[in-house]
């Protein structure tokens, strides 16, 4: 069983869910005094937390724009304070350690689209 991981509880799924949605709503109001982040549109697609509920991920994505990356380092300077906002709005024994992951999905998805409608592919696909 090693590489391994057990599927995330109801509880790890409820917590992170509510972080997500606490994210996303600092994130629509912008409250940042961080110049790279004040006028940042960025949405929040999932947050993974570990069984501890002591470190979560928050995958992050910018709609339209390719450069989510850019904002990590402004991200991790703002960690703290996002913190003290899931600490406050949360009844959590700990509020977790944040950090941003850029989401790709997206990203993947239409690299898959795009290659099936390829004519190599189209091909393969009516025979």
């Not at 090693?2 to 917590?15: C, D, F, H, K, S």
Request: aromatic share 4%; proline share 6%.
């Amino acid at each position: 069983m090693t590489g391994e991981r057990a599927a995330p509880t109801q509880r790890q799924l409820r917590v992170a869910e509510e972080i997500r949605h606490l994210l996303a709503g600092v994130f629509l109001r912008h409250d940042f005094r961080d110049p790279d982040l004040a006028g940042a549109d960025i949405t929040v697609t999932e947050v993974r937390i570990g069984p501890d509920l002591k470190h979560a991920t928050a995958f992050i994505a910018r709609f339209g724009r390719a450069d989510v990356a850019d904002l990590l380092p402004a991200l991790r300077r703002a960690a703290p304070y996002l913190r003290a906002q899931i600490a406050h709005a949360m009844r959590l024994r700990h509020a977790p350690e944040l950090s941003f992951q850029p989401d790709t999905t997206l990203d993947e998805a239409a690299h898959i689209s795009e290659l099936l409608r390829s004519p190599d592919v189209a091909r393969d696909l009516k025979k």
